[in-house]
């Protein structure tokens, strides 16, 4: 959000404030204490937000970190390949290699 904005939005809220105040107790006194109040309650739901923040792209950063390191890893329960099946596959190999050379002779 542009500041400009931001600004826009915090003096119609702490104006908006101060009216009802005013309008509901007919005083300027409380109406300024009151709109004080709202100003720092909204300073301090600012500064825990950046404080969230600053939380939650730490924990992101940590997650994505382990995330590649597990991604590095081998697998656990990884087994080699039986024997029967390197076998088959090496038999076929050698047909196909077969076939190459007959069909280029």
């Given amino acids: 959000m542009p500041f400009r904005i931001f600004c826009r939005v915090l003096g119609m809220v702490l104006c908006s404030t101060a009216l009802t105040a005013y309008f ?3 005083s300027i006194g409380t109406a300024i204490v009151t709109t004080l109040a ?3 309650l909204l300073q301090l739901a600012y500064f825990a937000s950046v404080l969230f923040l600053i939380w939650r792209s730490g924990h992101v950063s940590r997650a994505g970190q382990r995330a590649e390191h597990f991604d590095s890893c081998e697998e656990v329960g990884s087994e080699p390949p039986d024997l029967d099946e390197v076998k088959n596959e090496s038999a ?10 007959t069909s280029l002779e």
């Fill in 24 to 26: 509901a107790s007919h």
């Fill in 38 to 40: 709202c100003s720092l």
């Fill in 92 to 101: 076929e190999l050698l047909q196909r290699g077969q076939m190459l050379a």
